[in-house]
């Protein structure tokens, strides 16, 4: 797989069915390697061993209801009092991200209501925090760590 702009990590790797699979710490199995699927366990590895978020607080690739539609998002990190505080949104890095890519995570967050958007295919990656009194969202350099944010 292409190297990304994340740290090096450790993953786990098994062939399954002729198709490399990566071990997944969320989900605790192993999942069919994709463009895309590389890119969702970087962002899993940064959130837990960069950004210091409990992975008990992270979830991965789970069913939302947007009015009548059915969608997956790729990652969420929840509040102590289970709020959204991180709702990321990941592409295969060869999918360029555009506006496409931050309207689909805005109809998301229409629903979840998350402090925090993260966007990235893994070689260019977007932050914002979300200022709903405003209606408004600002751009920042980084998501903040746990260690530097009061969650």
Request: glycine share 2%.
């Amino acid at each position: 797989m292409q190297p990304l702009l994340f740290p090096p990590y450790k993953f786990r790797f098994k062939n399954r069915e002729n198709k490399v699979a990566i071990f997944d710490e969320i989900r605790k199995k192993f999942i069919i390697l994709t463009p895309e699927e590389w890119v969702r366990q970087h962002v899993v590895h940064h959130l837990i061993y960069d950004k210091a978020y409990p992975k008990s607080w992270i979830n991965v690739e789970k069913l939302i209801k947007l009015n009548d539609l059915t969608k997956r998002y790729d990652v969420v990190v929840f509040n102590p009092d289970g709020s959204i505080f991180l709702l990321v949104e990941c592409k295969a890095p060869e999918i360029k991200i555009s506006q496409q890519t931050f309207d689909q995570i805005a109809r998301y967050n229409l629903a979840l209501k998350a402090d925090y958007l993260m966007v990235t295919n893994g070689l260019e990656h977007y932050f914002c925090q979300m200022d709903y009194a405003n209606e408004k969202y600002h751009f920042l350099q980084d998501l903040p760590s746990l260690i530097n944010h009061k969650i």
